[in-house]
């Protein structure tokens, strides 16, 4: 089955400057690749999500990259603020979404003031 | 969110008990997800459903059931937990609507610990 690796797993940033978050999956069948947000407490948020036939997506500070030679995606947060801060999850699936996830493991990012 | 709901939102339970779990959308998608969250594994699929009395296993079903008998309600049974299941439990859904196609919507999540 699908198996997707997150790096890294913690990350600390100076607010105001960017956050890379980078996965990679194995499946290259694999077509729909969504990053969710989650606060403490709470469950995950999709908050930006790109599929097979597309290189970059982006939506105001955030923007995801597919590389599927490679088979890596990554995320991308620019002028980081305080809410930032939170874990973030990569997932993949064969299908657009209505299909099972397979979950990275997730990252952990601190926004210092 | 407001279209899904899971209860309880916390549980501590004995060893060798039966447990359920249960998520409630006002969604009326088709599919839905239970996923746990354990420090260093990210979530993982327990089990999900494609449509009413549609289910099949994920990766880590083992000690796990579900049923299905509504669109609205998938319900999770621990048949006889163990210390292995405290775990944050989280149920999932998607559909398409009209704004916007695929991805899940989580609930908020149910803490369990099996003591």
């Known amino acids: 089955g699908e198996n997707v690796e997150q790096h890294p797993s913690t990350l600390s940033v100076q607010e105001g400057d960017s956050a890379v978050i980078k996965c990679t999956y194995s499946?290259?069948?694999?077509?729909?690749f969504p990053w969710y947000k989650q606060e403490l407490g709470k469950g995950p948020q999709l908050i930006i999500d790109i599929r097979s036939n597309v290189g970059e997506k982006k939506d105001q500070r955030i923007a995801v990259t597919l590389n599927k030679t490679a088979k890596h995606f990554s995320l991308h947060i620019t002028e980081t603020q305080p809410e930032d801060s939170a874990v973030y999850f990569c997932a993949a699936s064969i299908g657009f979404g209505n299909e099972k996830l397979t979950f990275g493991t997730g990252t952990r990012l601190t926004i210092i003031p | 969110d407001a279209g899904i709901t899971q209860s309880p939102r916390h549980k501590v339970t004995e060893t060798g008990t039966p447990v359920t779990l249960r998520c409630h959308q006002t969604?009326?998608?088709?599919?839905m997800y239970w996923y746990r969250q354990d420090p260093g594994h990210g979530l993982r699929l327990i089990h999900y459903s494609y449509g009413v009395k549609d289910t099949d296993k994920g990766e880590v079903s083992d000690g796990y059931s579900v049923s299905r008998s509504k669109t609205e309600d998938f319900l999770l049974t621990l048949e006889s937990a163990t210390s292995s299941q405290t775990s944050v439990y989280f149920c999932?859904?998607?559909?398409?609507?009209?704004?916007?196609?695929?991805?899940?919507?989580f609930g908020s999540g149910t803490r369990l610990t099996v003591v």
């Open positions: 499946d290259s069948a694999s077509n729909y």
């Open positions: 999932a859904i998607s559909g398409t609507t009209g704004r916007r196609m695929g991805g899940y919507t």
């Open positions: 969604e009326n998608h088709r599919y």
